[in-house]
């Protein structure tokens, strides 16, 4: 067998895995993110796990065809650099592909992991039949990939696709960036748990503190059941959610003349509630002739999205 | 000489301009354009124009290279065909590059007016040392063109860059195209006017009387004169303007990692007012390390800014 390996450097966990020149993934091993934090120990550690993975396939270090790793960051993609990983410390300005090209025989690409996740669902999920698309994960922030014209967009080789921080509402709440209304304070988890405690001056309404009985914080998941059980101040969470990114993504599509834009991230555990009124939205706010025929999709790939895109930007390189 | 012909196809007048092959304007004629708004009298006045101009040039038909036309609507680049013009009648769905080749003997190519105008800023004006940049028409509306990676962005093969038409505030004032809190709700002229007149309800302040003793309306250059004789509430119209319109610039560059915005259009005339502010803002919300980069400046190009983006696309054709 000849392949590819993808890396996918989570928030909890590093995933690796080996695939083949399909991208079907022969095996996958994990290391948690805590033991490679430091840069010393990723360059011990992270070449050793690879070496161990090779051998465990029975296949030779030829065979591999090259390495894709998706990381948390700003990447300057054709130097493989890092400028910044913004959630682990240490990692400023580190030359990433050249530290591992010297402790590994194959080619080394560095991207970041939302753009991969953008690469993933364009050639093998839900966005394979566009050119162009935006691809959102929607979780703890905002990730952000767009491909146009069937490659991903890097502005001056940077990785950077920065989706989350768009205002939509001028005087709108404080994001965590500093600027105010940005689609994040619409969408993120911890601005959807918000919301609904500054509605009830931080106490539970009826059906919500029914669910909360077994559970110890208040998460947007907690938030969906109770509007799907009738909770009127949940489904106001997710109702201005839904609009919010409704005009957001009818914005970007004038802009840019997409196709479509893919939906993933915990926010899609919300998709029954949430779908029906985005895709209004969008249909209502964007031009003529793009209105016709743009598409809100769901995402398709699951949890080996980021291994997968890490392995196509393995096997194509820049050229993706 | 051998060159090529520009035509900048505006509301008041179509111009044609004779260009060599450096984009020197050699000789330039002008038609109103109601004379050419029924597409028939387009096809017969249009052609024996271009026969005129290059017969008074001097030269052959063999000498021109191509002709570009720039046209204020949604454009087919690659089939030259007019989907629409918003603001003329009758020209729906008008294979305009299959109907010109049959009457003239070189090739014709087809782009939306505002895509040229950032075209031609990026070729030969303000954005020549960048690679990715958003070049906005503020006026009457707000026109647009993205260079991405040295090249304008066509999705579909489109034209169409709907700038003006992304949301800033979600409840805000109703736009034309339907929607709340366009950027173009913030900028475009009757929009600054009219959000004068609300807070006067209908009258003028004393600075904003004077001026308007010898004039017949009250316009954006009106309201100009008066913030820069001190009048305070022209001059929180152009506050609001720069404080919207740098943080919708912000967004973009986010989404995209632009080097450079561009701006152009009748707005360029208060730049001496907004230009400080809209910097301010723009390196302010821009997420790192965009922000440390990304420069606004105002258009070089004047009123021939048409007429050499029509030319650049007809030396390139699509390939630019």
């Not at 030779?60 to 065809?65: A, G, P, Q, T, Y």
């Not at 650099?81 to 030359?95: F, R, T």
């Given at each position: 067998m000849k392949g590819f390996i993808g890396v996918d450097w989570g928030g909890t966990s590093l995933k690796i895995g080996l695939l083949d020149s399909k991208f079907s993934l022969k095996l996958k091993r994990t290391i948690p993110t805590k033991e490679i934090a430091r840069k010393e120990d990723f360059l011990s550690v992270f070449p050793k796990a690879i070496f161990s993975l090779i051998k465990e396939a029975g296949i030779?270090?030829?065979?591999?065809?090259g390495l894709g790793i998706g990381a948390p960051g700003v990447i300057d993609v054709r130097k493989g650099?890092?400028?910044?990983?913004?959630?682990?410390?240490?990692?400023?300005?580190?030359?990433l592909k050249r530290l591992l090209e010297k402790r590994l025989p194959f080619n080394v690409y560095i991207d970041n992991d939302a753009n991969l996740y953008a690469l993933a669902e364009s050639k093998l999920g839900a966005?394979?039949?566009?050119n162009n698309l935006l691809c959102l994960t929607l979780g703890t922030g905002v990730g952000g990939g767009l491909i146009l014209n069937k490659k991903l967009h890097r502005a001056q080789n940077?990785?950077?696709?920065?989706?989350?921080?768009?205002?939509?509402?001028?005087?709108?709440r404080t994001c965590s960036c500093g600027a105010?209304?940005?689609i994040e304070t619409f969408v993120g988890n911890k601005y959807l748990v918000n919301f609904y405690l500054e509605n009830t001056q931080n106490r539970f309404t009826p059906i919500v503190r029914r669910l909360m009985k077994s559970e110890k914080e208040l998460t947007p998941q907690i938030l969906y059941k109770a509007a799907l059980l009738g909770d009127k101040l949940s489904q106001r969470v997710f109702g201005r959610l839904a609009n919010a990114l409704g005009v957001y993504i009818a914005g970007i599509v004038n802009l840019l003349g997409l196709e479509a834009v893919i939906i993933g991230g915990g926010?899609?555990?919300a998709w029954r509630l949430i779908s029906e009124d985005i895709k209004k939205i969008v249909k209502k706010y964007t031009m003529p002739p793009f209105n016709r025929k743009v598409k809100v999709l769901k995402a398709?790939?699951?949890?080996?999205a980021g291994i997968l895109g890490a392995g196509i930007l393995a096997k194509e390189g820049m050229g993706v």
């Open positions: 030779n270090n030829e065979d591999i065809k650099y890092i400028y910044l990983l913004p959630n682990v410390k240490g990692w400023e300005n580190v030359p966005g394979k039949n566009f940077l990785s950077n696709c920065e989706a989350g921080h768009i205002c939509v509402e001028l005087e709108g105010k209304g940005c926010v899609v555990g398709k790939l699951r949890k080996n």
